[in-house]
């Protein structure tokens, strides 16, 4: 039996030599552009782009075979999971994703041992299991491919509740392959958020989906967010709020209109409340009048409203690597300065919002340096 | 010689040449003093006071560009207070002596929305694996000075001696500039957050430079501070790595 074993493990280590081999020998040739497809610069970071005939020599079936054995028989050695990543990615697409949907369909898993970690673009740099590492794959190669298997399949496991990381990449996938399906998106999503077992103890893909309701755009999040905002678990009260003020900074108009009919949400939340008003360009009239009715409303503190004109002043933004979304640009539009500066003036000139005579004349002088 | 860069020289040869005896011990942060704290790197170093809900915290940064600041993510966001506000960088602060006083214009946090602060508990040190933040200013802090970083977690995890800056007020009065030599760099905890149990940080110092001398008289920023505490001694610096210096590079780029 270990014998075997052994054998088995030098036999895949040779074929990760020999495939080291030629695509060493790949990238020592010069690059011939001409003619040549490119892959889009998600892939390119990761997966550049090998000799098809050289990675068809390998099956991807074989290949995740074998290393789902050493995994499961902790014979896994470091650096075999990248490996087996630029493999899949460097195969002819559609086999890697016929290889990949077979085991998927086994319905046989394993933990890695790596964290949940998101790179740049969205793909993931570590899986804790075999199943999110394929998926992820699955999602990436069928998106350079522009293939549907990776849709099909993501919409198939949303049906049924296998685990908060999975249907984090499967909700992912279901955005790459179609991103004008956000009605389906925010249901899986509400669906995702009321299951208990997931809500109850949230692991990092249950977090990190939280990136699907900025992608949504759907402001009807902000009633679970807002209860999320108070829980008692650190992790998603964090998630919750930072999710709440990335779905603000992509649709400012929406999300202030939802708070300002609906006054109870984020009420026990004064100050992130404020910071959502925030995201507003007030170069434009609507957004600008959302802003307004807030700073009149009665049922707000003046030191809530104090909040939103500081961070007029300095506003913040969430810039780490997500799931679906992009992050925020790194230049504001200037029309945004123009904007604040002419509103910030109207409202004192015209003494708008005389409780607040003095944050404004803070804000103006502040935006005069 | 004269006598400000005697001083100098002789904190950075006590800091990064002292006999190994000393690494044996407990190292606290202690003041480097008026004089260090006006040279560079260390006066590219400040105090970050800003308001969170009704309060006023102090951190610390640096300079690291034009016009953009390195700090800890903890000194710019929370999930109940939302953005900081008022966040005024007091550069090179030594006392009532001040460099420059500026007011920040644009916040980032670096993160995604799940943090390890919710794997460990808030108390514990390693609740800020990935805690960077970002300041952006209108004017430059240091007239378009600013103190180079690098990212390279391998020289940290291997040893390489390292003094942490930072302006600490548990200990200290807060308006003085604080360092504390790691004789023996830090040990890898989880993804860029590493640690020693060598040294302590103070409250106040969150978000001060780690710097590291990568060539003679080259000192660079290779992380920050963003966690300690004293009893038991436990200093936590999240390491600038490839992550870490795109959001620089992207953010914090003017």
């Known amino acids: 039996m270990q014998t075997s074993r052994i054998i088995r493990f030098l036999a895949l280590l040779a074929v990760l030599i020999v495939a080291g081999y030629f695509l060493g020998r790949h990238f020592a040739k010069p690059r011939d552009a001409a003619g040549k497809p490119q892959r889009p610069a998600s892939a390119r970071d990761t997966a550049p782009a090998a000799n098809q005939s050289e990675a068809r020599a390998f099956s991807p079936g074989d290949l995740l075979s074998q290393i789902f054995d050493l995994l499961r028989n902790g014979n896994l050695q470091p650096g075999d999971l990248a490996a087996l990543r630029r493999m899949l990615l460097a195969a002819d697409p559609h086999e890697a994703m016929a290889a990949i949907l077979a085991f998927l369909a086994t319905g046989r898993d394993a933990r890695t041992g790596e964290a949940f970690g998101i790179q740049k673009g969205g793909g993931l740099a570590a899986a804790p299991t075999f199943r999110v590492m394929l998926l992820d794959m699955l999602g990436r190669i069928a998106r350079d491919a522009g293939s549907d298997d990776a849709l099909?399949?993501?919409?198939?496991?949303?049906?049924?509740?296998?685990?908060?990381d999975e249907w984090a990449i499967a909700l992912r996938n279901v955005a790459w392959a179609a991103p004008e399906d956000r009605a389906f998106l925010a249901a899986k999503m509400h669906e995702m958020l009321a299951y208990q077992p997931w809500r109850q103890q949230p692991g990092a893909g249950f977090l990190e989906a939280f990136d699907v309701i900025v992608f949504t755009r759907d402001v009807t999040f902000a009633a679970d967010l807002a209860a999320m905002a108070t829980s008692e678990d650190d992790a998603t009260r964090r998630a919750a709020a930072a999710a709440m003020d990335r779905l603000s900074e992509m649709a400012p108009l929406d999300v202030m209109n939802y708070l300002n009919s609906h006054p109870v949400e984020f009420a026990d939340r004064p100050f992130l409340r404020a910071d959502y008003f925030s995201k507003a360009d007030l170069s434009q009239p609507q957004q600008r009048q959302a802003v307004e009715a807030y700073?009149?409303?009665?049922?707000?503190?003046?030191?809530?409203?104090?909040k939103l004109l500081a961070v007029f002043a300095s506003p913040g933004s969430f810039v780490g690597d997500t799931l679906v979304t992009e992050p925020a640009p790194a230049d504001d539009p200037p029309q945004r300065t123009a904007g604040l500066r002419a509103a910030v003036g109207e409202w004192l000139k015209g003494n708008r919002f005389p409780d607040l005579a003095n944050a404004l004349g803070q804000l103006q002088q502040r935006l005069a340096e | 010689m004269n006598r400000p860069t005697l001083i100098a020289s002789t904190l950075l040869a006590y800091f990064f040449c002292a006999i190994p005896v000393l690494a044996q011990g407990v190292e606290n942060p202690a003041p480097i003093g008026a004089d260090v704290t006006k040279k560079m790197p260390f006066a590219m170093v400040g105090q970050a006071i800003f308001r969170s809900g009704q309060s006023w915290y102090q951190g610390s940064g640096t300079v690291v560009q034009s016009k953009s600041v390195l700090t800890a993510a903890h000194n710019v966001w929370d999930p109940v207070n939302g953005w900081s506000t008022n966040v005024q960088f007091n550069r090179a602060r030594s006392g009532a002596a001040i460099a420059s006083r500026t007011f920040a214009s644009r916040l980032y946090v670096f993160g995604s929305y799940r943090t390890v602060a919710a794997r460990y508990g808030a108390e514990s040190s390693r609740a800020f694996a990935s805690d960077l933040g970002g300041l952006r200013f209108n004017v430059a802090p240091a007239a378009g000075a600013y103190a180079g970083w690098r990212a390279d977690t391998r020289s940290l995890a291997a040893g390489a001696p390292v003094l942490s800056l930072g302006y600490g007020a548990e200990y200290h009065s807060g308006d003085e500039l604080l360092a504390v030599r790691s004789a023996s760099g830090f040990i890898p905890v989880l993804g860029a957050f590493l640690e020693s149990t060598a040294l302590t940080f103070?409250?106040?110092?969150?978000?001060?430079p780690v710097l590291s001398e990568v060539a003679p008289d080259d000192f660079r920023v290779v992380g920050i501070i963003v966690a300690g505490s004293v009893t038991p001694p436990a200093a936590g610096i999240r390491a600038l790595d490839a992550a870490g210096a795109a959001f620089l590079a992207t953010y914090l780029r003017y």
């Open chain 2, 202 to 208: 103070e409250g106040g110092m969150s978000g001060g």
């Open chain 1, 295 to 306: 700073l009149a409303r009665a049922d707000v503190a003046v030191a809530e409203k104090d």
């Open chain 1, 152 to 164: 099909t399949f993501s919409k198939a496991l949303l049906t049924r509740k296998t685990s908060a």
